[in-house]
């Protein structure tokens, strides 16, 4: 296999990684007596400002509010950047608590 598919099978392996550990996330989440409802995303996304791979775990929870856990992963050219955030809404849909954003930047795999 050359370097290229090699670096594509690499990608494609995390992007199976993380996609199973929303899945589990949601699975952990479900056992809960605390939530109503789970809904999970993932998503590759084509914008005008570039692919970006979207992710996200919400949960509904008895009491009304509501959290979501959420990942979004672009390439800048030079970098991988990746955004995550954790956001708790109350009923009326109001951030309740500021979100957690951190941006890391990655080498690409061919460094």
Request: hydrophobic share 45%; charged share 20%; glycine share 4%.
């Amino acid at each position: 296999m050359d370097s290229a598919s090699m670096e594509a099978v690499r990608m494609l392996q995390a992007l199976a990684r993380c996609s199973a550990l929303f899945t589990d996330l949601c699975q952990t989440l479900r056992g809960s007596p605390y939530v109503a409802a789970v809904v999970r995303g993932f998503d590759c996304r084509d914008y005008q400002s570039g692919i970006t791979i979207e992710a996200y775990a919400d949960a509904e929870l008895t009491s009304g509010q509501s959290i979501c856990w959420w990942l979004e992963v672009t390439w800048n050219e030079q970098h991988w950047v990746i955004h995550t955030s954790v956001l708790v809404n109350d009923e009326q849909a109001r951030d309740l608590t500021k979100s957690l954003l951190i941006a890391v930047l990655l080498p690409s795999m061919s460094s």
